[in-house]
């Protein structure tokens, strides 16, 4: 992945423009009705899958299954498409605007979703370069899609989507990826608005990623939602866990991303999310896991087996502020 170094100005609060509205968007698109199977048949459909994450593999799986789709079937990802669309620049509420629709297809699963979600790409950049991110950032951000699609292959082993709800929310534009995380719009009962904290499958949690981070979510996610009051980063996560942070080396990765939260809140059970994103395996739809049987190869791994036995794995909510500013900052960005 390519690091492009560029000068970003911060403006802090700055207005966002009046172009950057709802309504403004979808009067701009007007017509994108019709061009969800134009997308996804066209000729630079490979283009657009590598813009938005896919890895070749579930590339060229996706092409085969758009093959399997009837008129029916067409019919459903136009209209999941336009409920998608119809989202795009709305980011007071989060909702899933799939919920209840039928996504799912016998090639694949949540087939017509990840269509529908692929047509809408093009629509979640010009919305996050419209609130001032570079375009870069911007497919950057929207490929959390593909990240997703090679996520569901990794823990199931075939190509599909298995996280609907969580990209059909994101993909109204209110999620940007910078650097080592990912950030969205959130409105928290404590703090009001904020920056909800995720960390991406992309690589080694290293402080000064996370600080590179930070500082790309102060100067740049922070006037891109200037119609929003930001307040704090918070994130809510089994990664915040303080007893299985202890089992840890504290010098390491883990504990010290952990250690720059202040907790609050109450904590969840994150008994799937250790098991999920610590040995990639499944458990939301009831899927049982011998624990046992499960690989102790890293410290990591140990602790999160220790402490589901010691009692589990908590999703512990906690909160950050923004970094302090700072002479001018040379932003290095996902290409």
């Known amino acids: 992945m390519l690091l492009v170094a560029i000068p970003v100005r911060r403006v802090r609060g700055a207005p966002v423009a009046q172009a950057r509205s709802s309504g403004a968007l979808i009067a701009a698109v007007k017509g994108w009705r019709m061009t969800a199977r134009a997308t996804l048949t066209g000729t630079a459909l490979p283009g657009l899958l590598e813009r938005l994450g896919f ?11 758009l093959d399997a789709l009837d008129a029916a079937d067409w019919t459903q990802v136009d209209h999941l498409h336009a409920l ?16 209840g629709q039928r996504t799912d297809h016998p090639v694949a699963p949540d087939l017509l979703a990840l ?3 692929v047509a809408t790409g093009p629509l979640v950049h010009d919305e996050l370069v419209r609130r001032g991110l570079p375009s870069r950032v911007a497919w950057a951000s929207a490929s959390d899609l593909g990240q ?6 990794v823990v199931h082993g075939r190509f599909g989507l298995g996280s609907t709800g969580w990209v059909a929310p994101n993909y109204a534009g209110g999620l940007v990826w910078l650097g080592r995380l990912q950030y969205t719009l959130e409105k928290d009962e404590e703090f009001g608005w904020v920056l909800g904290c995720h960390i991406p499958e992309s690589g080694p949690l290293t402080p000064a990623a ?10 740049l996610a922070v006037p891109a939602f200037g119609d929003f009051p930001l307040s704090r980063v918070v994130c809510a996560s089994w ?7 202890d089992r840890l080396d504290p010098a390491s990765n883990f504990v010290r991303f952990s250690r720059r939260f202040t907790p609050y809140g109450t904590p969840r059970d994150g008994r799937r999310d250790a098991l999920f994103f610590g040995f990639h395996r499944e458990t939301a739809g009831g899927q049982q896991v011998e624990l046992t049987a499960l690989p102790r190869d890293t410290s990591l791994h140990r602790a999160i087996l220790a402490q589901l036995d010691a009692g589990g794995v908590v999703a512990q909510p906690g909160w950050l502020p923004f970094p302090a500013e700072e002479q001018p900052f040379t932003a290095s960005m996902n290409s």
């Open 239 to 245: 990664l915040l866990d303080r007893n299985l942070a």
């Open 115 to 117: 269509a529908a979600l």
């Open 148 to 153: 997703q699609v090679h996520i569901h292959r």
């Open 210 to 219: 996370v600080d590179a981070s930070l500082r790309l979510a102060r100067d």
């Open 84 to 99: 998608l669309a119809d989202r795009v620049g709305r980011l007071d509420e989060r909702p899933n605007p799939l919920e």
């Open 55 to 65: 890895r070749p593999e579930d590339a060229a799986d996706l092409l085969t299954c």
